[in-house]
């Protein structure tokens, strides 16, 4: 609003809803940033030496435990 010659009030409604949009676009993106960084951090932490336990492993078929689905007859 600062300006001369005053910008219209249409002019200056148009400014500050493309300002929000703008912050509001950083802040999503921010926030998706940080996501893709924890998720990589916990597919590192996994490991992939480590054999995995299956006796605590349910199968989503059966309901039985010590297998997966694919694995279920």
Same mark, same amino acid.
């Given at each position: 609003?600062?300006?001369? @010659?005053? @910008?219209? %009030?249409?002019? $200056?409604l148009?400014? %500050? %809803? ?5 912050? *509001? !676009?950083?802040?999503? !993106?921010?926030? =998706?940033?940080?996501y893709?960084? %924890? ?8 490991? /992939? =030496? /480590?054999?995995?336990?299956?006796? $605590?492993?349910?199968?989503? =078929?059966? *309901?039985? $435990?010590?297998?997966?689905? /694919?694995?279920?007859?």
């Open positions: 609003m600062n300006r001369d @010659p005053m @910008p219209t %009030l249409d002019a $200056f148009s400014e %500050l %809803l493309r300002e929000e949009q703008r912050i *509001k !676009m950083h802040t999503v !993106m921010e926030q =998706n940033m940080n893709i960084v %924890l998720v990589s951090v916990a597919y590192a932490a996994q490991g /992939k =030496n /480590k054999p995995r336990d299956m006796c $605590f492993v349910q199968c989503y =078929n059966c *309901k039985g $435990f010590c297998h997966l689905a /694919k694995d279920c007859s």
